[in-house]
């Protein structure tokens, strides 16, 4: 079963830039997706990229296109979310998936096409 723990949560200013990291652990074998996705308060959870595993191919949704930037870890088994130019309503808590359902392979970035969830890592952008 996996595992998957989100860090590198915080404070920044408008204009700032943080950098998430999601642990896994266990095997993803038989998984097809990563993904990152957002809870802002009272709104519901949105994806906001996911990578294909066999062959690390991203989508990002239009939100956050340009500014944040996905990466796998090999040899620390992360996943890593390089967040840029951070605006207010990037304000969230933040959470790590994979998916070991083939419906993650298309553009819909779907939380339900997800089945292992982290536990989440707070983000909050001031203006």
């Known amino acids: 079963q996996v595992q998957l723990v989100e860090s590198g949560g915080g404070s920044v200013q408008t204009g700032g830039s943080l950098r998430l990291s999601c642990s896994v652990s266990g095997s993803i074998a038989s998984a097809y997706c990563q993904g990152w996705f957002r809870q802002s308060p009272g709104k519901e959870r949105e994806g906001l990229v996911r990578?294909?595993?066999?062959?690390?191919?991203?989508l990002y949704a239009d939100s956050v296109k340009g500014r944040f930037t996905v990466s796998r870890n090999f040899a620390k088994n992360t996943l890593d979310l390089q967040m840029d130019n951070l605006k207010p309503e990037d304000t969230g808590m933040y959470y790590c998936a994979t998916s070991r359902n083939f419906l993650c392979l298309g553009t819909s970035l779907r939380s339900s096409d997800f089945d292992s969830w982290g536990p989440g890592t707070q983000v909050t952008v001031s203006s």
């Open positions: 990578i294909i595993i066999e062959n690390a191919s991203p």
